[in-house]
């Protein structure tokens, strides 16, 4: 089992910056990937970005140049950089983590995802 706690999430002016925090325990020698998605009412969940055990890194187009993922392995902690924040960033930030699946790259379809945290609120206004 891997339990996974995010924090980092808040209110920020449009342009401002973020970091969110994902810290995995338990089993996190299971882990393949981390991925963070987000998710506003009546919409679909959305892949923000992942990373791989391996490295790999995968961001989706509404967030390349502005969003970074990185890891510490030393923490068991993967973090989401946020800058030039806009108001359709706003949403609550889960991050998930791939334990039962392999792929070469960062991309793993929600259904790949075992474990999920209970997520943080990000609000940008503008």
């Known amino acids: 089992q891997v339990q996974l706690v995010e924090s980092g999430g808040g209110l920020v002016q449009a342009g401002g910056s973020l970091r969110l925090s994902c810290a995995a325990s338990g089993s996190t020698f299971s882990i393949n990937a981390i991925g963070w998605y987000r998710q506003v009412p009546g919409k679909q969940r959305e892949l923000v970005a992942a990373?791989?055990?391996?490295?790999?890194?995968y961001y989706a187009d509404s967030v390349k140049g502005r969003f970074t993922i990185s890891r510490d392995n030393a923490k068991n902690t993967v973090y989401l950089q946020m800058n030039s924040l806009k108001p359709e960033d706003t949403a609550v930030y889960y991050c998930?983590?791939?334990?039962?699946?392999?792929?070469?790259?960062?991309?793993?379809?929600?259904?790949?995802?075992?474990?999920w945290g209970q997520g943080t609120q990000v609000t940008v206004s503008s």
């Open positions: 990373i791989s055990s391996g490295g790999y890194r």
């Open positions: 998930a983590a791939v334990a039962n699946y392999y792929s070469a790259s960062a991309y793993y379809r929600e259904n790949d995802y075992d474990y």
